[in-house]
Antibody, heavy 121, light 113 residues
Framework: QVQLQESGPGLVKPSQTLSLTCTVS??????????WSWIRQPAGKGLEWIGR???????NYNPSLESRVTISVDTSKNQFSLKLSSVTAADTAVYYC?????????????WGQGILVTVSS | DIVMTQSPDSLAVSLGERATINCKSS????????????LAWYQQKPGQPPKVLLY???TRESGVPDRFSGSGSGTDFTLTISSLQAEDVAVYYC?????????FGQGTKVEIK
């Protein structure tokens, strides 16, 4: 059973880069069996898919954020990370990491608990 | 992007009664090659991450009560809670995994009448 846990700063200043990490347990991120995604949710609003990484280096990003997003994997720590640059107040949200099975089902089966990131000076 | 539109935005149902949520996609999320609908339904309670209820539009995730069912194909889908329980109060989202970017409906809030 895959388990995910987000970590990182809860407060980021405008124009800076938001950096979050998702630690994976229960499976190896190097196994290439999963899509590893980031999803965010502003308070009281819906879910927005940010992007994903799979096969260690392949990525897909939401075109609405693509110019500011980088997702990467650290196999030595069994983690994947999100970097979102030039943040504004509109990037304030709960950020979730989630996994989807690449081989069969593709839906988001496992989710982290989420981490609230506030963009404010 | 595939736009997912849910209706209604909210509904209030008496305990033990049926709740029905609709989800419409801006293009088909079904592949004719395998006859599968690339659509999932999630339940989100306050302060918690979403939890998958159904995938392939109608397959229940392990452990999900059988009062939750899904139907539909192509662009029109439905989530039905056959007999609403107090613990079903939540926001429900549909999501397509037909292509990227993955997209979600805006959510439907289910409350007790």
């Amino acid at each position: 059973q895959v388990q995910l846990q987000e970590s990182g700063p809860g407060l980021v200043k405008p124009s800076q880069t938001l950096s979050l990490t998702c630690t994976v347990s229960g499976d190896s991120i190097a196994s290439d069996d999963y899509y590893w995604s980031w999803i965010r949710q502003p308070a009281g609003k819906g879910l927005e898919w940010i992007g994903r990484i799979y096969a260690r280096v392949s990525t897909n990003y939401n075109p609405s954020l693509e110019s500011r997003v980088t997702i990467s994997v650290d196999t030595s720590k069994n983690q994947f990370s999100l970097k979102l640059s030039s943040v504004t107040a509109a990037d304030t949200a709960v950020y979730y990491c989630a996994s989807a099975d690449r081989n069969s089902d593709f839906y988001f089966q496992h989710w982290g608990q989420g981490i609230l990131v506030t963009v404010s000076s | 992007d595939i736009v997912m539109t849910q209706s209604p935005d909210s509904l209030a149902v008496s305990l033990g009664e049926r709740a029905t949520i609709n989800c419409k996609s801006s293009q088909s999320v079904s592949y004719s090659s395998n006859n599968k609908n690339y659509l999932a339904w999630y339940q989100q309670k306050p302060g918690q991450p979403p939890k998958v209820l159904l995938y392939w539009a109608s397959t229940r995730e392990s452990g999900v009560p059988d009062r939750f069912s899904g139907s539909g194909s192509g662009t029109d889908f439905t989530l039905t809670i056959s007999s609403l329980q107090a613990e079903d109060v939540a926001v429900y989202y549909c999501q397509q995994y037909y292509n990227t970017p993955r997209t979600f409906g805006q959510g439907t809030k289910v409350e007790i009448k």
